[in-house]
């Protein structure tokens, strides 16, 4: 396959590993990155790319297809505008925006341009959450009755970002991806013990048209370090959980039903407990793979945007809810 030729913005700690598989599987011309100490880690790891710290150096390449943007997430939509208006493929770290409008104008400015358009929804690349939508998908479960999710831990703090922000994003790209569809009720409510206006704590309820609904527990203010994701069907319950070494998915025969000959009574059926196989490629390196099949074509461009704009409307509807139930 011919190498695309990309340019990266950003060379933080997550920006660094986009480089490196970028640098691995094509052609990272440019990285642009206004610490000058990026200097010498692009010269030592990238001894092939070059470092600027001007935006447009990378935008005014009439060789460089596509960019690559890593920085902090208030910067996220501008940038993105400024390279697709520029006429370049890109893949930009999740959300891709901060508010349901920014989100929007990004696709309709992408699709105007046949131009592929992806956030960094991570999580939607794991080997795991990939086997668990397809058990999901093919009725394994039976009817999914209702998803919730864990993602808790002591640390980071985060001073200009809620919990909402910084870990729902992750949940919520999963669940709306498991189901299928945006969700017509919620609510959340979250708690600031650190700083006030950026909560530490949040829970979130949402309900979707199918009768199905989810429920996601974030915090950065707690004892367990968790990162899991249970769905709960009609047949059996699976668990997606990301900090188990080998055992990332676990499916129960678990159900409640209702046999033949009681009066309607409810009773528990509990059988076989199976850890289906999960390959142990990497994430980010499927990820990127999946962007450069993109640029290339060989999949819908527009996709991982619209599954995008989703994650980044229900975000903003959520902090709306959050901000409405703040105390006085």
């Keep these: 396959m011919e190498a695309v030729t990309l340019g990266q913005i950003g060379l933080g700690p997550w920006g660094s590993n986009l480089a490196r598989n970028f640098n691995e599987l094509a052609r990272l011309k440019w990285i642009c990155d206004l610490d000058s100490g990026a200097h010498d880690r692009v010269g ?20 460089v297809s596509a960019i690559v943007v890593a920085t902090p997430v208030p910067t996220h939509a501008e ?3 400024r390279a697709l208006t520029a006429g370049k493929h890109v893949f930009v770290e999740k959300p891709m925006a901060l508010t349901a409008a920014d989100a ?17 929804h991570l999580l939607l690349y794991h080997p795991g959450v990939v086997r668990l939508k397809q058990l999901v998908d093919a009725g394994e479960l039976g009817d999914v009755l209702y998803i919730y999710g864990n993602r808790q831990n002591l640390g980071t703090i985060r001073k200009d970002e809620n919990a909402l ?5 992750h949940d919520l790209s999963v669940i709306l991806h498991l189901l299928g569809e945006e969700p017509v009720e919620l609510w959340s409510r ?15 309820y949402l309900r979707f048209p199918s009768g199905k609904v989810a429920h996601m527990h974030l915090s950065w203010l707690d004892p367990h370090k968790m990162r899991r994701m249970t769905v709960v069907g ?9 900090m188990e070494l080998d055992r990332k998915l676990t499916v129960y025969d678990k159900a409640a039903e209702q046999t033949v000959g009681t009066y309607g009574e409810w009773r528990t059926r509990t059988g076989d407990i ?32 619209r599954d995008g704009l989703a994650v980044v409307r229900t975000l903003a509807e959520l902090q709306s809810s959050l901000e409405a139930k703040r105390p006085a």
């Design 274 to 305: 199976s850890s289906p196989f999960v390959p142990n490629d990497e994430p980010l390196r499927i990820e990127c793979a999946h962007f450069l099949d993109l640029v290339r074509g060989d999949a819908d461009r527009i996709a991982p945007a």
């Design 79 to 81: 940038l993105a505008k």
């Design 44 to 63: 030592a790891r990238f001894p092939s790319t070059t470092l600027t710290d001007r935006v447009d150096d990378l935008l005014e390449d009439d060789d």
């Design 190 to 204: 979250g708690e600031s013990f650190l700083k006030d206006g950026v909560e530490d704590v949040v829970f979130c």
């Design 234 to 242: 009609s047949q059996k319950m699976a668990v997606f959980d990301d």
């Design 104 to 120: 929007e104008e990004l696709v309709a400015l992408a699709e105007q341009q046949a131009l592929a358009l992806m956030p960094g």
């Design 165 to 169: 922000w910084s870990l729902g994003v």
